[in-house]
């Protein structure tokens, strides 16, 4: 059983941190709450998202698991805006998920959970960075990079989190130092390379969020958090990589 009354904005969030990497979610329910896991195609990027029960503003919940295809739920949500009360329950009937904006209703069709993409298994890594900033201020490296190259090295260095991208002919570089919301935590030098399309697609979330926190080594995947729902939910990515060559 599932039924539940959510603000559109709060569930939006959940989207827009999950649809840039996947297109269906196995999304996981319990009397505390919703949780999903999932990795995009390629196996670069992976999210993990929780909501306690307590972002919504009713919750009458079961342990259980639904597959929702993304974009059709998205387009859904569009017809909302911000301050609706977006209704959500599950036919257990139909099997079919019954999504009420108001004086408008939609009906969509559930995936069968068994033919999604099974959790991925997250690594357990030890990473020497540890960076809080604005969400926004990565957003803004991410936009510049964007204008030079397709990809983007992030690293830590003489006591500044630094974010460089090298065209052909232009290169463009972000330093931030500690202070001014930036909190700079390591225990050695760390640089790695990443492709600047998984991290735009990152940054569509997380450039809105008050304060991520990014953790970095040394050809390493990257670990970002950061809070959603007013510290109700929260989102966790890892995005491996790029190698450079010698």
Same mark, same amino acid.
Request: with cysteine.
């Given at each position: 059983?599932?039924?539940?009354?959510?603000?559109?904005?709060?569930?939006?969030?959940?989207?827009?941190?999950?649809?840039?990497?996947?297109?269906?979610?196995?999304?996981?329910?319990?009397? $505390?709450?919703?949780? &999903?896991?999932?990795? =995009?195609?390629?196996? +670069?990027?992976?999210?993990?998202?929780? %909501? *306690?029960?307590?972002?919504?503003?009713?919750?009458?919940?079961?342990?259980?698991?639904?597959?929702?295809?993304?974009?059709?739920?998205?387009?859904?949500?569009?017809?909302?805006?911000?301050?609706d009360v977006v209704?959500?329950?599950?036919?257990?009937?139909?099997?079919?998920?019954?999504?009420?904006?108001?004086?408008?209703?939609?009906?969509?069709?559930?995936?069968?959970?068994?033919?999604?993409?099974?959790?991925?298994?997250?690594?357990d890594l030890e990473?020497?960075?540890?960076?809080?900033?604005?969400?926004?201020?990565?957003r803004r490296a991410?936009?510049?990079?964007?204008?030079?190259? $397709?990809?983007?090295? &992030?690293?830590?260095? =003489?006591?500044?989190? +630094?974010?460089?991208?090298?065209?052909? %002919? *232009?290169?463009?570089?972000?330093?931030?130092?500690?202070?001014?919301?930036?909190?700079?935590?390591?225990?050695?030098?760390?640089?790695?390379?990443?492709?600047?399309?998984?991290?735009?697609?990152?940054?569509?979330?997380?450039?809105?969020?008050?304060?991520?926190?990014?953790?970095?080594?040394?050809?390493?995947?990257?670990?970002?958090?950061?809070?959603?729902?007013?510290?109700?939910?929260?989102?966790?990515?890892?995005?491996?990589?790029?190698?450079?060559?010698?």
């Amino acid at each position: 059983m599932f039924k539940a009354t959510i603000n559109a904005e709060t569930i939006g969030d959940v989207v827009e941190a999950t649809s840039p990497l996947v297109d269906e979610i196995r999304l996981k329910l319990s009397p $505390d709450g919703v949780s &999903l896991r999932a990795v =995009d195609p390629a196996n +670069v990027a992976m999210v993990s998202l929780t %909501l *306690d029960a307590s972002a919504f503003e009713s919750f009458d919940c079961t342990d259980g698991e639904i597959g929702i295809d993304l974009i059709r739920f998205a387009d859904v949500l569009r017809m909302a805006q911000k301050d609706d009360v977006v209704q959500i329950e599950v036919n257990e009937e139909t099997r079919k998920l019954e999504i009420r904006l108001g004086s408008l209703s939609y009906t969509l069709s559930l995936l069968d959970p068994s033919t999604i993409r099974k959790d991925p298994k997250v690594p357990d890594l030890e990473l020497p960075a540890n960076i809080k900033m604005p969400g926004a201020e990565y957003r803004r490296a991410v936009k510049a990079a964007e204008k030079v190259s $397709d990809h983007m090295a &992030l690293a830590v260095h =003489d006591k500044k989190f +630094v974010f460089e991208a090298q065209g052909d %002919l *232009d290169r463009v570089e972000l330093a931030l130092d500690q202070g001014s919301g930036v909190k700079i935590e390591t225990t050695s030098d760390v640089r790695s390379l990443f492709s600047l399309d998984f991290l735009n697609d990152l940054s569509k979330s997380a450039g809105n969020a008050e304060e991520i926190i990014i953790e970095l080594g040394s050809d390493f995947p990257l670990r970002m958090n950061f809070s959603i729902a007013s510290g109700k939910g929260k989102v966790t990515y890892l995005l491996a990589p790029r190698i450079e060559s010698a």
